[in-house]
């Protein structure tokens, strides 16, 4: 694998007496394509949310390009480049694509305070944004709904808008929260070929949550597995898929 682009190292999270996480240490190669799965409850999503600065932890490090951000807000987090998506896209259903698109570039010259006297300044980059968003959602064969409201999207194209509406703020690596979840099966191939894609032609790395191992595990170079708040495996897809442990925490329960 090549550097890490995301380490984290002995990762704890308790609520109380529950241990979410219990000592979880990976990474997650710059370009890479990393799975990260286990049964219910296993701790995947309060590994997400303390990666993003939703949640302290208990004990243990979080290091993001070679700087250490565990105790960041999740704002400082999301501008320096590591962006989550939810387990439900959080889109604004009465907007349109592009604007809900446009909504979370941060660094906008419009919101310093200085600068938003300087109309014409904010004006020119705003055009420059919607540019950048109409590109990105032709390239990705959403030039159609540009204009649709995001409440006539099917659920699978609401989690590609999600996840263009990262791209466009020059983010380099995506944490996503089963973005297959709810999708048929055809149309959730589409979107690990996209997020592929993504990875090829724009150098992005995806750091993924998936129930659906059937889709999930042809799209992976490299998968986690968790189990009780603990690493249970790790290793090529068909590693994975072939241990033992895992095939007894999935059905042994
Ligand atoms: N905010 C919280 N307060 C208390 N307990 C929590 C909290 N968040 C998660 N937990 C508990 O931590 C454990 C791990 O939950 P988590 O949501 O991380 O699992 P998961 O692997 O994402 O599960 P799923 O596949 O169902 O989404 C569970 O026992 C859960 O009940
Ligand atoms: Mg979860």
Redo the contacts with the bound molecule.
């Keep these: 694998m090549t550097k890490p682009i995301l380490e984290v190292k002995d990762l704890a999270?308790y609520?109380?007496g529950?241990k979410?996480?219990d000592g979880v240490t990976l990474e997650v190669p710059e370009r890479g394509v990393i799975g990260l799965i286990?049964?219910?409850?296993?701790?995947?999503?309060?590994?997400?949310?303390v990666v993003t600065g939703f949640?302290v932890p208990t004990r243990g490090e979080v290091w993001y390009a070679g700087e250490r951000i565990d105790g960041l807000n999740p704002n400082e987090v999301f501008l320096k480049g590591l962006v989550r998506t939810f387990?439900i896209p959080r889109l604004f259903p009465s907007l349109t694509v592009l604007e809900n698109v446009l909504l979370t570039p941060p660094r906008q010259v419009g919101e310093r305070v200085l600068t938003a006297p300087f109309r014409s300044k904010w004006e020119e980059q705003e055009k420059e944004l919607a540019r950048k968003a109409v590109a990105l959602l032709r390239k990705f064969g959403l030039g159609e709904y540009v204009r649709a409201r995001v409440s006539e999207l099917s659920a699978a194209h609401m989690k590609m808008i999600e996840t263009i509406r990262g791209l466009i703020t020059d983010a380099r690596v995506y944490l996503l929260?089963?973005p297959a979840a709810g999708v048929a099966y055809t149309t959730a191939r589409e979107l690990f070929t996209f997020i592929r894609r993504l990875r090829d032609e724009e150098g992005l790395t995806f750091f993924i949550?998936e129930?659906r191992l059937e889709v999930l595990m042809d799209f992976v170079d490299y998968v986690y597995v968790?189990h009780n708040?603990r690493l249970l495996s790790e290793g090529k897809p068909d590693e994975v898929m072939s241990d033992p442990k895992v095939i007894e925490a999935y059905i042994g329960r």
């Design positions: 999270k609520f109380g529950v979410a996480l286990g049964p219910n409850g296993s701790g995947k999503t309060t590994l997400f949310n949640y387990q929260d089963e949550i129930h968790l708040g």
